[in-house]
T-cell receptor, first 115, second 114 residues
Framework: AQSVTQLDSQVPVFEEAPVELRCNYS??????LFWYVQYPNQGLQLLLK??????LVKGINGFEAEFNKSQTSFHLRKPSVHISDTAEYFCAVKVGQGGSEKLVFGKGTKLTVNP | NAGVMQNPRHLVRRRGQEARLRCSPVKGHSHVYWYRQLPEEGLKFMVY????????ESGMPKERFSAEFPKEGPSILRIQQVVRGDSAAYFC????????????FGSGTRLTVV
């Protein structure tokens, strides 16, 4: 079954530093990948998605991710983080086909941005 | 243009009571998904519904849990005879069509069983 693995459960960084949150997926013929962000006591918000085409995907809030088929990765990056980026980030992959599709999520990475 | 509306935001139930969680999808979305979130475990898929149909309930516990999405009204996740282990955040998401384009999530219902 398709799945995603988020390699880091917690990532602390200082404000204005770059950050990379790692996500690896299990291999499949066709891959749709997503990153979501969850702020405390809120639902999940879509940051970006890869469906096809360019392997570099730009999302909201200055985040981007690169789809790497050979390494089965979809790492999330931001060149300079803000305090307000402190949140939990989830990688997800679409599984299923033919009308029974759903998203399967990783366990999440808690990003803490310190002043 | 309201997003996914879930209510209540917080729900406290005593062991043995029933919990009913409601979800109104984005207007025009006919696909609804329920997920459960426990600390350190991420989001676990529970059930996928379309209007009046359960499409995939592979993540639903076999007993005490049920879900519906009637022709009119919100989707309901029902937990009968709640136990402490049911305490979690329950999220509903909706999509216009295929999940391949991503979901819109609600703010969740936080269930506490005392």
């Amino acid at each position: 079954a398709q799945s995603v693995t988020q390699l880091d459960s917690q990532v602390p960084v200082f404000e204005e530093a770059p950050v990379e949150l790692r996500c690896n997926y299990s291999s499949s013929v066709s891959v749709y990948l997503f990153w979501y962000v969850q702020y405390p006591n809120q639902g999940l918000q879509l940051l970006l998605k890869y469906l096809s085409g360019s392997t570099l995907v730009k999302g909201i809030n200055g985040f981007e991710a690169e789809f790497n088929k050979s390494q089965t990765s979809f790492h999330l990056r931001k060149p300079s983080v803000h305090i307000s980026d402190t949140a939990e980030y989830f990688c997800a992959v679409k599984v299923g086909q033919g009308g029974s599709e759903k998203l399967v999520f990783g366990k999440g990475t808690k990003l803490t941005v310190n002043p | 243009n309201a997003g996914v509306m879930q209510n209540p935001r917080h729900l406290v139930r005593r062991r043995g009571q029933e919990a009913r969680l409601r979800c109104s999808p984005v207007k025009g979305h006919s696909h609804v998904y329920w997920y459960r979130q426990l600390p350190e475990e991420g989001l676990k898929f529970m059930v996928y519904l379309q209007k009046e149909n359960i499409i995939d309930e592979s993540g639903m516990p076999k007993e005490r849990f049920s879900a519906e999405f009637p022709k009119e009204g919100p989707s309901i996740l029902r937990i009968q005879q709640v136990v402490r282990g049911d305490s979690a955040a329950y999220f509903c998401a909706s999509s216009r069509g295929s999940a391949g384009y991503g979901y819109t999530f609600g703010s969740g219902t936080r269930l506490t069983v005392v």
